[in-house]
């Protein structure tokens, strides 16, 4: 597994955006004053990893 | 999911798939009713921000819970094969 950097409870949460499966672009600051988010990684849709 | 929504959280999931897997993927599960990230290209480059990328170039399991500040508020990994409990996440996100 690569780790090459850890991050850590209290850091700012690196920001991104990444289109949804509807091609919507999501941007994680936009929610920043807002809503709290739950970042949920997967590793692969279709298989049971 | 609602049950997120009711604690103004907003679930985001992202794996290395493309978007058109990942819509294949919401429509076999009939409407996951969150949105679905696709982080293939730059492949991976999110899952690597957040140091979950594996070589085999998809994400470990794990869930980041942001809070409003826009700060890391938990960090937990999961085996690959292994759900992430929605009761416990529930809780955690109950205490922001």
């Known amino acids: ?18 289109k949804d499966e509807k091609k919507n672009e999501v941007t994680l600051s936009s929610f920043k004053g807002k809503q709290n988010v739950l970042l949920a990684f997967f ?3 279709f298989t049971p990893v | 999911m609602r049950k997120f929504a009711d604690l ?13 897997t990942l819509a294949a993927f919401a429509e076999k599960c009939g409407g996951l009713g969150y949105p679905l990230l696709s982080d293939f290209w730059p492949h991976g480059h999110v899952s690597l921000k957040y140091g979950v990328l ?6 470990q399991r794990s869930v980041f819970i942001v809070d409003q500040q826009g700060n890391l508020n938990t960090i ?21």
Do not use: C, W
């Open chain 2, 76 to 96: 937990k990994f999961y085996e690959l094969r292994q759900q992430p409990d929605n009761q416990e996440l529930l809780a955690m996100v109950k205490k922001l």
């Open chain 2, 8 to 20: 103004n959280t907003q679930v985001l999931g992202i794996s290395t798939d493309s978007l058109f």
């Open chain 2, 54 to 59: 594996r070589e085999e170039g998809f994400p």
């Open chain 1, 1 to 18: 597994m690569r780790m090459t950097h850890q991050l850590k409870v209290g850091d700012a949460a690196p920001d991104f955006t990444l």
């Open chain 1, 43 to 45: 590793p692969l849709a």
